[in-house]
């Protein structure tokens, strides 16, 4: 069996089809092609405006400057989730502040959040984590009553639907990355959903020099560079074609993973609520010292990754420490399994066979 990396995109002729129409267009900044990836993206999840980036960290600095948050505000994120969700934050100028997240899907628990609110309280990102969603309707009944932007970090959740609305669709602006570990790649990219037109105008303006459209040097707002190219915009075309054949198995290596470890009692296999339909990004498991079964199926020629390490744990957030106890217990326990689109059955029964093994064997030492 060869190595099965914990995951890899699903990349073939199409990307190519589509890479030779835009190379020999000679067109391959920011054109046409983009604005074909981004009606895909507006159908897909119904949103009216998205605006493409370089990348999702980016994605996010875009909104929290539209959303005027700078110097001495607070911005409220997840203590689990990737680092760029409160870089972005220190990157404006603002201070993030770590909340505890809920015990299984390690997303922003919306009590907690709210024992955090006071008067410097200006944002809050919400982080769908690994193919789950946030609770959006609690978390939209606080914010309206204290009238705080919120900025969905919906990087990993294209394709995760709460209550029949797509994730990134629920708040002032949402945020999608297209990294080449997504469900969807461009290698890099990154895109804004946001509702009102106001909101599209000022992140265009932001992302593309201060200005309303290319080509012209009268610049009404001083802005940054985090354009796209047409080249990501041909990768990113290629891959929602694919769309529906990669959720569909995302979702059946899900059950069968399922169904092959229901019987183990140490490990968990982490599913969503029945109002989330999830994407599956990363098939993940919960048990007592991931470390050592990540060891033992490496060794194997299994990739897995552990979870996220806690924000407030962070060697470069010192400062800014709070105790956040459920983050760091699912750091603890969480692993993630091979989760790729193009995951064989025959593979995802080998490594639920391995984490077998890796049981029985400790039993017999
Ligand atoms: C939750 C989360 N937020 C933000 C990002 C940043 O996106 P990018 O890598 O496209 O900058 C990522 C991942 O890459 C992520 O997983």
Redesign the pocket.
């Known amino acids: 069996m060869k190595y099965i990396p914990q995951i890899e995109p699903w990349i073939d002729g199409a990307e190519l089809k589509q890479l030779e129409e835009v190379i020999s267009s000679t067109f391959i900044t920011e054109n046409k092609k983009t604005e074909e990836f981004l009606n895909q993206i507006c159908q897909l999840t119904g949103s009216p405006h998205a605006i493409a980036t370089s990348?999702?960290?980016?994605a996010?600095v875009a909104s929290l400057l539209s959303a005027g948050i700078g110097d001495g505000d607070e911005v409220i994120v997840p203590d689990l989730?990737?680092i760029?969700?409160s870089n972005a934050v220190i990157l404006v100028g603002a201070k993030p502040v770590f909340c505890d997240v809920l015990p299984t899907s390690g997303c922003l628990d919306v009590d907690a959040c709210a024992e955090l609110i006071n008067e410097k309280t200006k944002a809050i990102i919400p982080?769908h984590?690994y193919g789950q969603s946030v609770e959006m309707e609690q978390l939209e009944a606080l914010v309206t009553k204290h009238g705080i932007v919120v900025i969905e970090?919906a990087?990993?959740s294209m394709g995760v639907f709460y209550k029949g609305k797509h994730t990134g669709t629920f708040g002032d602006y949402g945020i999608f990355?297209?990294?080449g570990n997504k469900l969807i790649t461009c290698g890099?990219?990154?895109v804004v959903l946001t509702k009102t037109t106001e909101n599209y105008k000022e992140l265009y303006r932001i992302k593309n020099h201060g200005r309303d459209r290319k080509g012209i040097f009268i610049h009404e707002n001083v802005g940054y560079n985090f354009c796209f190219t047409d080249l990501q915009a041909a990768i990113g075309v290629a891959q929602l074609q694919k769309y529906e054949t990669m959720i569909t198995a995302k979702k059946s290596h899900f059950k069968l993973y399922s169904q092959l470890l229901a019987d183990i009692d140490e490990v968990e296999v982490v599913d969503v609520p029945d109002y989330v339909d999830s994407n599956y990004w990363f098939v993940n498991i919960l048990l007592e010292s991931p470390a050592d079964l990540n060891d033992y199926l490496e060794s194997k020629g299994i990739g897995t990754r552990r979870y996220f390490y806690p924000l407030h744990l962070q060697p470069c957030y010192q400062p800014l420490q709070r105790d956040c106890p459920n983050s760091l217990a699912l750091y603890e326990k969480g692993l993630s399994l091979p989760s790729s689109v193009l995951l064989k059955e025959d593979e995802i029964k080998y490594v639920c066979s391995q984490i077998r093994s890796f049981y029985t064997s400790k039993l017999k030492r």
């Open positions: 990348n999702g960290t980016l996010l989730t990737f760029a969700t982080v984590l970090d990087a990993e990355s297209f990294f890099e990219g990154g």
